[in-house]
């Protein structure tokens, strides 16, 4: 991922350097609340609600760029738990609001928010879990997190393993109530960078177009701007994983 332009307005202008230029333009809707996905052949080819998601998750690519999770950053925040999946059972909330929150880099599809402490532990340190090159390439997670979604509830989180292209990962109320268990396999998903899912409804949601038909996507993310020195709402451009 490469970001193009740090802001953009509403109605973004996208000019092709060609022999006869090509004007253009794209909109996200009131609030910036959809996301584009943009052809330099073709022209916008999909504009989809970027609000109704929490995380995602690679469907492309092995090892590291095979194991990247995003945190959608227009409605969600995500703090990593200062200990490890020991702790699942005593999740301890206390104090929370000191915790390291985690965003996505704006640099990589490879490291999102999940990726943020990758090589912490060596080469085979995915950011969320550790990859057992003796295990078939098997990844399980070591990490917990809290995470707060847009309805201004809160679940803890624990991505379990990624195993031959099998995602698991579990979540629930910090209390320990209402636990999930969500399994999906990146083959159901051909052609596509990422799978996302709604930690409020419970469900995968597949909302990208085919990652071969186009270049660019406009959406809001968090980034650091400065002034005025901190982390704010932006919208940006950046191109496909594919580029």
Same mark, same amino acid.
């Given at each position: 991922m490469k970001k193009l332009v740090l802001t953009i307005l509403l109605s973004t202008t996208v000019i092709i350097a060609m022999a006869q230029p090509i004007n253009d333009s794209t909109s996200m809707q009131a609030l910036y609340t959809n996301q584009v996905f943009y052809s330099l052949a073709n022209g916008e080819v999909a504009n989809v609600d970027n609000n109704n998601w929490s995380v995602a998750f690679s469907v492309s690519g092995n090892g590291a760029a095979g194991?990247?999770?995003?945190?959608?950053?227009?409605?969600?925040?995500?703090?990593?738990?200062?200990?490890d999946t020991a702790q699942w059972n005593s999740f301890d909330t206390t104090n929370f609001s000191s915790w390291k929150k985690l965003l996505n880099t704006d640099t990589t599809w490879v490291n999102g928010a999940f990726n943020a402490f990758?090589?912490?532990?060596?080469?085979?340190?995915?950011?969320?879990?550790?990859?057992?090159?003796?295990?078939?390439f098997w990844t399980f997670g070591d990490s917990?997190? %809290? !995470?707060?979604?847009?309805?201004?509830?809160?679940?803890?989180?624990?991505?379990?393993?990624?195993? #031959?292209g099998l995602w698991e990962f579990k979540y629930a109320n910090v209390d320990g109530s209402n636990e999930q268990v969500i399994t999906f396999n990146k083959s159901t998903y051909t052609n596509k960078n990422f799978v996302y899912f709604?930690?409020?409804?419970?469900? %995968? !949601?597949?909302?990208e177009p085919n990652n071969n038909s186009w270049e660019l996507t406009f959406?809001?993310? #968090?980034?650091?701007?400065n002034p005025p020195g901190s982390y704010v709402s932006v919208t940006s451009v950046f191109s496909n994983k594919t580029i």
């Open positions: 194991s990247s999770i995003l945190l959608n950053e227009a409605t969600t925040t995500l703090w990593a738990y200062p200990s990758r090589g912490s532990n060596g080469t085979f340190d995915m950011g969320w879990g550790i990859l057992n090159p003796n295990n078939n917990l997190y %809290l !995470i707060k979604l847009s309805d201004n509830t809160y679940r803890k989180l624990w991505i379990v393993s990624l195993k #031959t709604d930690m409020i409804t419970n469900q %995968l !949601i597949d909302r959406f809001k993310h #968090t980034d650091f701007v």
